[in-house]
């Protein structure tokens, strides 16, 4: 049985709890959770929440707290010259009062950000600059060039920042010639902001960096920065020479060129795709240490992290007020939430404060190790420090990282020996060249909650995939150097006191760009030898299933190499069981499970609801969300292998409507889904991207296992038949969608659909990005015009929109419908020492 979602939330703390019972590491007062919205409503405000005045005036305190005025206050009336709470209100009345935050940054929806970010105020961006300088730790990505010309001394060489992204080397080269600078060699990659430039001798250095400085493209100054000594750099290349004589394709200039590069493998363009909480920050592009760059609010006591997440929600939820004002048809009224928001400082809703995470130090279950170069040339493991568009490719060891498991560390660095003697080269992003790539370290838990500083020993299971690019290499090399792999982790595992659990290990190859591998990359389960100590399970015949196990609400889960599942898992619990709580379940029920994954938030809440329907592109994720409804013992579910976008348009009519041509409507989604399970018509599925959500197709290579397909078709016939056992297509009185989508938020189909089936009263958003969700919730909340605009035909203007006046512009063609309304959101913190955090918002109308 899974545990009441009312028991855990009633254990949950908000804020407010959570910096008391955090008293020991928060020296300072606690904050406030939301600012009440007026005199009269601070009776309704939960009693955690109020206003801590005598602590929070800084005229009790020797020193103030150091959020102290750093956020604007949003209950601050111009005309007036205050807020309800007067001089003691402890945020900024004002740009004239407010602070700089602990990173010396500014309150983002602040004059000074915007200023600092649009480099209007001189004085501020000198200071960056000046810091980027000596942060600046690109490396020498030139040595060995293309065309395998020698690029001797680093320290003639020179990194220029800020230059055109759309340029490449040839530009570059002309841009210097133009200039009357004499090089010896000019690399640029399009879409770099970096070029690398190296000389013949410190004249020709020294007179190009007089004739660059001063030198801009368009409002960026341009930056001549050091090229990072590399003390490793011989010792690596002539390694690699040694074993590399009998690659075939990767030639000795590139030999050189890969001893000579520190790779970026996880981008932050990679990172913002991920919905985990691992991507970097852009504020810690350049960070001096792995700790600064994954997890930089680390120096924040806890309840600190909690205080500044939940501003910054607060902040990105008064856009979708302020779009959904500006977007609100001429002749129409604005909505009751819109007129109210005034007395809640702006706020579209209700926030309820921030539910802070049950563990807060090593509680990722899935760590992505960056393969490459440190500072010193040294091969490492561990994270980037920051964006390879921007030039930063070195990558330091997972040091001192708080969200890191000792586990994964442990792993990674068993790795990094392995890698000290190289045979195949490291990925060389510069180049697209080389073989090892990424480490991901996934741990699985057994049952039961265990305190903060003993989590890390109820980790009883551990998955690795190596990410690699096998392209043009020898099979039989590679496969004994997977074996020696395998060796090294497996003894590595069995010499750690206690004996580190091992359970699975694979491979997966990839070519692409980035790390970030899509799902069907191949993967080879590679077999771990047996040691003396070691803990992997006894196996009929050897043979492991590429799987790990983790428990959610008393419910165990299935999880396959690359299905997703959030990374931290008590906290996942919280988030899971307020979605439940707000989404006004019951037997009557149906609930979609919009994004499914393995179906944990479906599963979870299966026994509170009639039916779930979960609807997941990624296939081994849907077969697992079936294996994870078969091994609980849950009939009730239903899941779909599809993009959203091409089947809720179907699933929703069909549910929602089961007398309008029930046959016609569902058949499109009925074969499909056949086609899913069973893997047949293969050639003939087509995918038609720009529909409008009925019709129903797979990607056929993603969902091409018929044994699976099988297992899927039987729980189905099980659980698709209603009650009286007759029709195909049970009808619910409630129907109510969550939605967990990634991080660019739900797709515009999928958002056209759910608004404009007016029988979903209910809408609960999770996300783990709240601009998306901010975006997405202006389409779904802002009026109908009394007349619909067709969509301009020229997009071109699209590019430069943000995602809020994306939104507003989607907005003014959605099909006349009765718009959604904020009721109320708050925040989960599933990821203590980053700056990200899961939002969940409901939706009514
Ligand atoms: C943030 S995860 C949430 C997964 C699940 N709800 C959970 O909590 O474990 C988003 C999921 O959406 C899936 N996804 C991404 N785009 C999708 C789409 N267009 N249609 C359906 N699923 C999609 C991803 O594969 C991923 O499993």
Known sequence: MAASPNNQLSETKTLDSAAQTNGQDSPQPSCESIPPSDPQSTADTNPGEKRKRDDDDPTQNSSPHPLWKTTLCSYFRRQDGSCTHGSTCKYAHGEEELRPRLDNSWDPTSERAKKAMKGENGEKVAEKEEEEQEVMMTEMVMDGGEDGEECGDPQLS????????????????????????????AKKKKGMVVGFVSFENAEQLKSAVEELEGKSFGNKNLKVANVIPRPFERKVKSAMAATLSSQQTIDDASIKENAGVSIASNEVQDGATNCDGSALDDSTSKAKCARDAVTPLAHMPYGDQLEHKKNSVMQMLKKLTRNARKACPNGVSLPQWVLQSRERGGLPCEVEGIIESPVVNGYRNKCEFSVGYSQQGKPTVGFMLGNFREGVTAVEEPVDCPNVSKIACRYASIFQEFLQHLSFPIWNRFKNTGFWRQLTVREGRSAGKVADENFEANISEVMLIVQVCSVGLDEAQVTNEFERLAQAFAAGAAANSPPLPLNVFVVQDHQGISNVAPTDAP??????????????????????????????????????????????????????????????????????DICCGTGTIGLTLAHRVGMVIGIEMNASAVQDAYKNAEINGIKNCRFICSKAEDVIGSLLKEYLNVSEKQGQLSSALESSEKRILTGEEKDTCTT????????????????????????????????????????????????????????????????????????LRRLVYISCNPESLVANAIELCTPSPEKVEKGKKDNRGWRNMSSAGLARHRAKSMPISEPFQPVKAMAVDLFPHTPHCEMVMLLER
């Open 158 to 185: 020179k990194c220029l920042v800020h230059l055109p992204r759309k340029w490449h080397g040839d530009n570059l080269r002309k841009f210097l010639s133009e200039q009357g600078i004499t090089f010896k060699s």
């Open 523 to 592: 993967l080879r389960s590679i077999p771990i030898p047996k040691t003396e100590s070691s803990l992997q399970p006894e196996t009929a015949n050897n043979i492991i299933e590429a799987r790990i196990h983790d428990c959610i609400s008393n419910l165990r889960f299935s999880i396959s190499p690359t299905a997703f599942f959030q990374v931290n898992t008590l906290a996942a619990e919280k988030l899971y069981s307020l979605a439940g709580e707000w989404a006004g379940l019951g037997p009557d029920t149906l609930l979609f």
């Open 688 to 759: 038609n991207a720009h529909n409008d959500g009925e019709s129903s197709c797979q990607e056929p290579e993603k969902c091409s296992s018929e044994n699976d397909g099988k297992e899927i078709q039987n729980q189905l016939q099980e659980s698709s038949t209603s009650k009286d056992g007759n029709s195909s297509v049970p009808q619910f009185k409630n129907v109510v969608a969550i939605v967990d989508p990634p991080r660019m938020g739900l797709h515009p189909t999928v958002i056209k659909v759910l608004r404009t089936h007016a029988p």
